[in-house]
């Protein structure tokens, strides 16, 4: 199974999880089988509000989940329509919020339940 983390800059396991998908720089993906991590940069990092492309943004790597901070309804329509799950990322590392989400501890995102928009450029209005 493979996790991706928005986060600012790519430090391994021990960057901090963004608080936003859609403007987060980059991406930590965890393959869990393989312990293999890989970097992406945000292919669709800037974007009007409400018009993220999540699947562009992961640049053609699958994932089957997300774990972040806070997501617009738009891009998490978007990524479960695509069969990918998000999960609430709580504060702290890749390597903290990724034990949270083998421990099935991080809430799973509904919609309804997600950001109403941009706030300063480290995360969203919540």
């Known amino acids: 199974m493979k996790v991706c983390f928005p986060v600012f ?3 391994g ?6 608080g936003h998908f859609g ?3 980059a991406f930590v993906v965890v393959d869990l089988d393989t312990k293999e991590l890989t970097a992406i ?3 669709d990092r800037i974007h009007q509000h409400g018009a993220c492309n999540p699947i562009a943004g992961l640049g053609g790597h699958r994932v089957d989940a997300i774990v ?3 997501i617009g309804g738009g891009a998490l329509f978007k990524l479960n329509s695509s ?4 999960f ?3 504060e702290g590392t890749v390597a903290e919020n990724m034990l949270l989400f083998k421990n099935n501890e991080l809430p799973e995102y509904q919609p309804g339940h997600t950001c109403g928009g941009h706030g300063s450029s480290h995360g969203c209005s919540h």
């Not at 396991?13 to 963004?18: A, D």
């Not at 069969?83 to 998000?86: A, M, P, Q, S, T």
């Open 9 to 11: 800059e790519n430090e």
């Open 13 to 18: 396991l021990e960057s901090e999880v963004y």
């Open 23 to 25: 403007s987060a720089p």
């Open 41 to 43: 940069t945000n292919q």
């Open 68 to 70: 972040v901070g806070g």
């Open 83 to 86: 069969g990918i799950r998000v």
């Open 88 to 90: 609430q990322a709580c």
